[in-house]
């Protein structure tokens, strides 16, 4: 399902229109074709690959938002699907195929996910079966849709915090409840790192996304958090526990 068709389609008009050198550098996509908002030093800007909602998943996971790489991969497919000339639902789901929780970020995600038993609660063999033959299963999103960048460097939903920020607020606490809402099943929802998991504890204080299970303690999986094999080793074990009584109560549906 597409979130929003008309702001898909305009800005794979952009993209069109626009010559690039082919590696898609941030000279080519960090402009004014593809920005949407600013505030102070924060920068918004589109990336095709969140437009697609999977209304059938069982866990979603969510960063804080998108970061370069997961930007400049979603435009490579997105330019190559558009000159194979495919239609806008094959752009939506191809390009969060590609670039969603892209990298070794997501093999990091699979290996903590295998090992707090995620697999055996979903009848799967391995977590990454999610992002492949099992995809009906996952929805992976953002706490903030598009990418931002603080000073032209990825947003790491710190400086500044989420509150302190008009335009961050409004996304995480209007826009990505509004997604997660559109699930239509209870879902085990999994934020990396203590921004997206603040983010996503007070949203559920507030009443919003009341069909998700939080997973609390779940580290950020990028190579970048120098404190990821500590913090997991401390969770782990409540995060097994968390994740079996999810399972058991999908059994109970």
């Known amino acids: 399902m597409i979130c ?7 800005f794979l008009q952009q993209l069109k229109a626009l010559s690039y050198s082919g590696e898609f550098t941030k000279s080519d996509l960090l402009t004014p074709a593809f920005h949407l908002a600013k505030d102070g030093d924060l920068d918004l800007y589109y990336s095709p690959h969140n437009e697609y909602i999977n209304p059938h998943a069982v866990v979603a996971i969510s960063g804080i938002t998108p970061g370069f790489f997961q930007m400049q991969l979603a435009y490579k497919k997105a ?3 558009l000159k ?3 239609t806008l639902e094959t752009i939506a789901y191809e390009t969060k195929k590609a670039a969603g929780l892209s990298g070794s970020m997501r093999q990091n995600i699979i290996e903590m996910l295998n090992e707090c038993g995620l697999p055996a609660a979903l009848h799967v063999e391995d977590s990454s079966r999610l992002f492949d033959s099992k995809r009906e299963l996952l929805h992976t999103t953002s706490v903030i849709k598009h990418p931002v960048f603080y000073k032209q460097k990825n ?5 500044p915090a989420i509150s302190r920020s008009a335009l961050l607020s409004r996304y995480a ?13 209870d879902i085990l929802l999994i934020p990396l790192g203590k921004a997206a998991e603040s983010a996503c504890r007070m949203l559920k204080k507030n009443g919003r996304m009341g069909h998700a299970v939080i997973l609390e303690g ?3 999986p990028s190579g970048a958090n120098g404190h990821r094999f500590k913090q997991f080793h401390e969770n782990k074990q ?3 526990e968390q994740i079996q009584r999810f399972a058991g109560f999908l059994q109970q549906l």
């Open 79 to 81: 330019a190559q699907l």
């Open 155 to 159: 947003y790491t939903g710190h400086r």
């Open 218 to 220: 779940f580290p950020h």
């Open 238 to 240: 409540s995060l097994r």
């Open 84 to 86: 194979d000339g495919e």
């Open 173 to 185: 606490l209007r826009c990505f409840p509004d997604e997660i809402e559109m699930i239509e099943k």
């Open 4 to 10: 929003d068709r008309e702001r898909l389609a305009r």
